[in-house]
């Protein structure tokens, strides 16, 4: 029975070992932007439910960080905000059926605007209410594309998570505090669950967040984000 275990150990461990199974045949490069030959650089930063669709940044044909999406082995710029007066843009999300895809993008003014991309066309969010900066940066979305997360300036001009539906953006405020800032990194499929961080600003500590939206609670979580 030794024998026979052992046989099979080193028969599996022969089958891992093989040079006909290779690491690289594990992961699949994407590529880069049509045209990119200077720079060539490409991240990937969210994914569809069932993996078909990738969303996030390439430099593209004039050496400019566009956002992409990649469908079938083909990446496709999505642009940018419309006038932008820097060409940069950023895809950080994409809904669970990859049709919605969300970031940001320099706009007219040269202010960073969180954007949704939607059909080919990519609108901009706005940013809070009385903004003292306008800077915003969208990073999640829901499942059907129509709730989008992600933080701003507020008024105080500190950044503040906010949670975007039906063409408003809503901060989430702070925990006690933790008032540096709030980022808010991903939402739930149904849009009620918001999750980032919070920073104070003695030690830059930063703690973990969950928001749900039936209470707009906040629930500090343990430890500390690197």
């Known amino acids: 029975l030794i024998h026979h275990y052992l046989t099979a150990v080193l028969a599996l461990t022969a089958l891992i070992t093989s040079p006909q199974i290779k690491a690289e045949d594990d992961f699949t490069g994407l590529g880069f932007l049509p045209g990119a030959v200077v720079v060539q650089q490409s991240a990937a930063n969210g994914i569809s439910a069932d993996g078909s669709v990738v969303v996030g940044y390439s430099y593209n044909a004039n050496s400019v960080i566009e956002a992409f999406r990649w469908e079938e082995g083909t990446m496709t710029g999505l642009g940018f905000l419309p006038g932008a007066a820097t060409e940069r843009s950023v895809a950080d999300g994409v809904s669970a059926d990859g049709s919605v895809v969300v970031g940001y993008s320099y706009n007219t003014f040269d202010d960073t605007e969180a954007f949704r991309w939607v059909d080919g066309t990519m609108t901009g969010l706005g940013f809070l209410p009385g903004a003292a900066t306008n800077d915003s940066r969208s990073y999640g979305v829901s499942a059907d ?6 933080h701003g300036f507020n008024a105080n001009n ?3 998570a906010f949670r975007w539906v039906d063409g408003t953006m809503t901060g989430l405020g702070f925990l006690p505090s ?18 980032g961080y919070v920073q104070e600003s003695t030690n830059y500590t930063k703690k973990a967040f969950r928001w749900t939206l039936e209470t707009g609670n906040w629930h500090g979580k343990r430890g500390r984000l690197a």
């Open 158 to 160: 500190n950044n503040e």
């Open 178 to 195: 933790f008032t540096l800032q709030s980022i808010a990194n991903a939402i739930s499929a149904d849009g009620s669950v918001v999750v």
């Open 145 to 150: 594309g129509s709730v989008v997360v992600g």
